[in-house]
């Protein structure tokens, strides 16, 4: 079954750090742009990073640009997102998401499977 | 405010066909392709449309996607009440060089 976990999530003060991390399986890991997806609770979907599949190519919302980083381990099937200066408006549920391949292109920037969220509450 | 610019909300009855509007610029659905999300309360987005008006394997020929210069449409027909849900339009924006959601429309199924 392909599947998403994200985990590390939790409550954290302003200017605290947390990472995220998101297990991939059921899939060739390796071969897939990963994604990150914020949503505030009541609030939409706001995207906040990409990753390519080999690590040579990022890119950030700029709400998070300079404090979030965003990487890989292939080997390990796990993507992550390393969350610094956090403040309160960074308060979400982080959803990890695929790229979308299908019959042997791949759109970078369509997500088709996500994971059930984890939840980051910056607050004193 | 979002860079893509979506109704609130729509409504619609059993059977009927609702259309939902999503209007960018030439940055992004000017120039990329647009994905719609299914979100259902209480989970994760799902994948309905990409490539502009291309449905993924599984999702029901109900749902189908258009692109015109800078706008794009979400089209449901046979509406059902399992399709109250919310809805979101995606890009790539060439300028913010990021992609950029839709602020999400809420779909009710009277």
């Known amino acids: 079954e392909v599947q998403l976990v994200e985990s590390g999530g939790g409550l954290v003060q302003p200017g605290g750090s947390l990472r995220l991390s998101c297990a991939a399986s059921g899939f060739t890991f390796s071969r897939f742009w990963m994604h990150w997806v914020r949503q505030a609770p009541g609030k939409g979907l706001v995207w906040v990073s990409r990753i390519n599949s080999d690590v040579s190519i990022t890119s950030y919302a700029d709400s998070v640009k300079g404090r979030f980083t965003i990487s890989r381990d292939n080997a390990k099937n796990t993507l992550y997102l390393q969350m610094n200066s956090l403040r309160a408006e960074d308060t979400a549920v982080y959803y990890c998401?695929?790229?979308?391949?299908?019959?042997?292109?791949?759109?970078?920037?369509?997500?088709?499977?996500w994971g059930q969220g984890t939840t980051v509450t910056v607050s004193s | 405010q979002s860079v893509l610019t979506q109704p609130p909300s729509v409504s619609g009855t059993p059977g009927q066909r609702v259309t939902i509007s999503c209007s960018g610029s030439s940055s992004n659905i000017g120039s990329n392709f647009v994905y719609w999300y299914q979100q259902l309360p209480g989970t994760a987005p799902k994948l309905l449309i990409y490539k502009s008006d291309q449905r993924p394997s599984g999702v029901p020929d109900r749902f189908s996607g258009s692109k015109s210069g800078t706008s794009a449409s979400l089209a449901i027909s046979g509406l059902r009440s399992e399709d109250e849900a919310d809805y979101y339009c995606?890009?790539?924006?060439?300028?913010?060089?990021?992609?950029?959601f839709g602020g999400g429309t809420k779909l009710t199924v009277l």
């Open positions: 995606a890009a790539w924006d060439d300028s913010l060089s990021a992609v950029v």
């Open positions: 998401a695929r790229g979308y391949c299908s019959g042997g292109s791949c759109y970078r920037n369509g997500m088709d499977v």
